[in-house]
């Protein structure tokens, strides 16, 4: 079976657009009735940068998704074109960048194309080249932020992405393999893609533009020449261009580049819930009201989340006006937060929408749905998907002090078992099954037995209450 590789484009290329007349577009890119990009190109190219670095490590490593083996191929050190390892000499590796700022002379890039380099040089179109200062770099984002002092510099205007459709015409910019600046087209293929690193921040724009290793830091701009993104990473079974490229929006970058500016790194907000997608099997069972959000299933003690009320089973639907539709939403969005920064929250509580005040303080975690099973069961039953269970005794000051009368604790958790991937763990009591209180096995077995898209436990942990979901 072909191997499928996720790719952060380090060769490097770019991309950049510059600001164009639409009407002066319009007329000249049909002139003689011959469609063409040429003249929106002409004015974004020279925002385009090749950004080349020098680093002593003997391999660099600056590919976050690379397996070090499969990628040392792709690295430019022309006296080792076969990419063997080498105990000696600096290694060398290009990019791509976009001029944003010409009178700052701040330069976009990605973080993976700067990382641990000893020198950044930056190179113009017009042949100009100037060492570059690091303002500062955000791994979780894989954004950089570069200056030059330089005259006489384009820069690309951001575009506003709340209109960008998929379906929509971009156009890549770049220098693929080396080979000198190149320019592609393709379409949005889909919009608010995550996932390639769940550690990371991440809502890319995906495209089919044919983008290859060489293009990281490059532009993506829409056909009026303005900057809609920056290219980061591929999906490819060889390590070229398959149709699937991802680049980091603008709206995420300028978040960034604030950051960066003022501190030289991004100091990540925390409200300090643990959250999950709200899907529709969870919404027809727990009955929210909300339809989508961020189900919160742990509030931390000490938290922004704690102290503003936020509860378990609270449905997190929007944050400063900005819609909420999945935990990864709202992590990305509280994440780029200013800490200290006042906000207002909306969300579904038993059913009715509250809104409540909060102020933000670190970095959320979101807390992937798991696979797991509930099926019929004897109501004597002491084992449910992998977990050992028994009848709590309802006197202890741990389930007493947490407001129940009782409910089933959990004695051991096979580590291979549904149970143990949704994230229940030996000395949970659990109190609540589908929002229906349990007291004992008994009353557990028979909740669970009832059919439900999926299973939500509440859970007593070290005093506090959490929300696991088994679906």
Do not use: W
Not at 175 to 183: A, E, K, L
Not at 429 to 445: A, C, D, K, Q
Not at 458 to 463: K, P, W
């Amino acid at each position: 079976m072909k191997k499928i590789v996720v790719t952060c484009l380090l060769l490097l290329s770019v991309t950049a657009m510059g600001t164009v007349n639409v009407s002066a577009l319009s007329d000249e890119a049909t002139r003689n009735g011959v469609p063409s990009l040429a003249p929106m190109l002409e004015g974004v190219t020279p925002a385009v940068v090749n950004i080349s670095t020098t680093q002593a490590a003997r391999v660099p490593e600056q590919l976050r998704f690379f397996n070090e083996n499969d990628l040392r191929r792709f690295f430019s050190d022309p006296s080792n074109p076969l990419g063997e390892p080498s105990q000696r000499g600096p290694v060398r590796a290009s990019g791509s960048g976009v001029i944003v700022d010409a009178d700052a002379g701040f330069v976009i890039t990605n973080h993976h194309v700067i990382a641990n380099a000893d020198t950044i040089t930056v190179s113009l179109q017009d042949g100009r080249e100037f060492k570059a200062k690091l303002l500062g770099s955000d791994a979780g984002t894989d954004v950089a932020l570069l200056q030059i002092e330089a005259d006489n510099l384009r820069a690309l205007d951001f575009a506003d992405i709340s209109n960008l459709r998929v379906g929509d015409y971009v156009v890549a910019i770049g220098n693929p393999f080396g080979i000198g600046q190149t320019v592609t087209s393709g379409i949005v293929s889909a919009l608010g893609r995550g996932g390639l690193n769940n550690q990371n921040y991440e809502d890319f724009i995906q495209t089919d533009a044919a983008i290859n290793v060489g293009n990281s830091g490059g532009a993506l701009v829409d056909l009026e020449g303005r900057l809609i993104g920056i290219n980061t990473a591929i999906i490819s079974g060889s390590g070229s261009n398959a149709g699937i490229a991802f680049a980091v929006p603008v709206d995420m970058i300028s978040a960034v580049m604030e950051h960066l500016q003022r501190d030289g790194e991004v100091r990540r907000g925390q409200l300090g819930v643990q959250i999950q997608d709200l899907n529709s099997l969870m919404e027809e069972t727990l009955r929210t009201g909300a339809g989508k959000g961020a189900l919160v299933t742990n509030v931390l003690p000490g938290s922004a989340a704690e102290a503003a009320g936020i509860e378990v089973s609270d449905v997190i639907v929007e944050i400063d006006g900005r819609k909420v539709e999945s935990g990864r939403e709202l992590r990305n969005i509280v994440g780029l937060m200013r800490v200290d920064k006042e906000v207002q929250l909306v969300l579904y509580r038993n059913g009715s929408r509250e809104t409540l005040t909060a102020t933000i303080g670190g970095e959320s975690r979101s807390v992937a749905a798991n696979d797991g099973e509930s099926t019929g069961r004897r109501l004597d039953e002491p084992v449910f998907n992998g977990a050992q269970l028994r009848t709590f005794d309802p006197t202890v000051a741990a389930v007493q002090s947490a407001g129940v009368r009782g409910g089933v604790e959990v004695v051991e958790v096979d580590q291979q078992s549904p149970a143990f991937r949704a994230g229940l763990r030996p000395g949970d009591i659990i109190y609540e099954v589908n929002r229906n209180s349990v007291g004992n096995l008994r009353e557990f077995n028979q909740t669970v037995s009832e059919p439900a898209p999926v299973t939500a436990l509440g859970v007593i942990r070290e005093n506090r209450r959490m929300l696991i979901i088994l679906s």
